[in-house]
């Protein structure tokens, strides 16, 4: 979960949007796609999983999942420390590259 400064950062960059409590959670194949994304386009996987309160070897186990708070304040970070002003469009566009069957891909 966001804290700290990364809150501050996060309701400053997004003063409309609340993080969404639920019991839902999302597969850890989203959290490594997205991690793939973010490194390639030169961010720190590691400082992004602490900010968002994940742990890095939870990667490792891909049978595991992560609260859906954790995954959206973990998209709503990398977004934000992105220099991309349209980082989440791109990653869109990139998901076009997945290989057929994956996930994202066509």
């Known amino acids: ?6 809150l501050l950062l996060f309701r400053a ?3 409309k949007i609340g993080l969404i409590e639920s019991r839902t959670s999302a597969l850890i194949h989203l959290v490594s796609l997205l991690l793939e994304y973010a490194v390639a386009q ?9 900010a ?8 490792a186990n891909r049978e595991a999942r992560v609260p859906f708070e954790q ?6 970070g990398t977004a934000g420390k992105s220099s991309d002003p349209d980082f989440k469009l791109h990653f869109g566009e990139a998901a076009r590259h ?9």
């Open 1 to 6: 979960m966001l804290a700290g400064e990364d």
């Open 13 to 15: 960059n997004f003063p």
């Open 42 to 50: 030169g961010l720190d996987a590691n400082a992004l999983l602490e």
């Open 52 to 59: 968002a309160g994940l742990d890095a070897d939870l990667i």
């Open 71 to 76: 995954y959206q304040a973990l998209w709503l």
């Open 98 to 106: 997945f290989p057929p069957g994956h996930l994202l891909g066509r």
